[in-house]
T-cell receptor, first 114, second 110 residues
Framework: KAGVTQTPRYLIKTRGQQVTLSCSPISGHRSVSWYQQTPGQGLQFLFEYFSETQRNKGNFPGRFSGRQFSNSRSEMNVSTLELGDSALYLC?????????????FGQGTRLTVV | SQQGEEDPQALSIQEGENATMNCSYKTSINNLQWYRQNSGRGLVHLILIRSNEREKHSGRLRVTLDTSKKSSSLLITASRAADTASYFCATDDAGNQFYFGTGTSLTVIP
């Protein structure tokens, strides 16, 4: 079956702009989590959605938001981009809320803010 | 914030040797998982060990869990060049927060 699909793979944006990233989970998976990965901070948890509800949220400013649709696809939005938002954004899907089962990751979206 | 810390941060070994990396965490957990990440790509799940388990095997992988020391180790036996990657532990704590560790960068020299 198809894996987790993240689009776009690469993105270059200017400071102050906003960006929307998309994640299509594995068919049947209802949990989608988002992570930000940078060389300095490692893998930081952004948020998790399960059945269209935000289940958990990491320690990120309100500029970072997300949502999940009825087909389990998820989007995350970052408004008023800052240089420090440059990172690899990873999406993971799992059958149930993350933790007790393995998560399947997409290839990520590489965001560069200039 | 991150719950786990991997040790060492970087490890370089010859092909055929064993690689051991450790993960320490701070709070009680329900499960601990290990993931591998090839350069700049998504993570791949390797193995999950539950808090009531002490050891688990999967192919060339052996994972141990010591809840009293809040630590886990991942052993890769007979390493191959293709094992070159970063390895992360991830913990699921009692508050259902899921954290990744800082990662160990493994280089296997052919």
């Amino acid at each position: 079956k198809a894996g987790v699909t993240q689009t776009p793979r690469y993105l270059i944006k200017t400071r102050g702009q906003q960006v929307t990233l998309s994640c299509s989970p594995i068919s049947g998976h209802r949990s989608v989590s988002w992570y930000q990965q940078t060389p300095g901070q490692g893998l930081q948890f952004l948020f998790e959605y399960f059945s269209e509800t935000q289940r958990n949220k990491g320690n990120f400013p309100g500029r970072f938001s997300g949502r999940q649709f009825s087909n389990s696809r998820s989007e995350m939005n970052v408004s008023t981009l800052e240089l420090g938002d440059s990172a690899l954004y990873l999406c993971a899907s799992s059958l149930v809320p993350q933790g007790p089962t393995e998560a399947f990751f997409g290839q990520g979206t590489r965001l560069t803010v200039v | 914030s991150q719950q786990g810390e991997e040790d060492p941060q970087a490890l370089s070994i010859q092909e055929g040797e064993n690689a051991t990396m450790n993960c320490s965490y701070k709070t009680s957990i329900n499960n601990l998982q290990w993931y591998r990440q090839n350069s700049g790509r998504g993570l791949v799940h390797l193995i999950l060990i539950r808090s009531n388990e002490r050891e688990k095997h999967s192919g060339r992988l052996r994972v141990t869990l010591d809840t009293s020391k809040k630590s886990s180790s991942l052993l890769i036996t007979a390493s191959r060049a293709a094992d070159t990657a970063s390895y992360f532990c991830a913990t699921d704590d009692a508050g259902n927060q899921f954290y990744f560790g800082t990662g160990t960068s493994l280089t296997v020299i052919p």
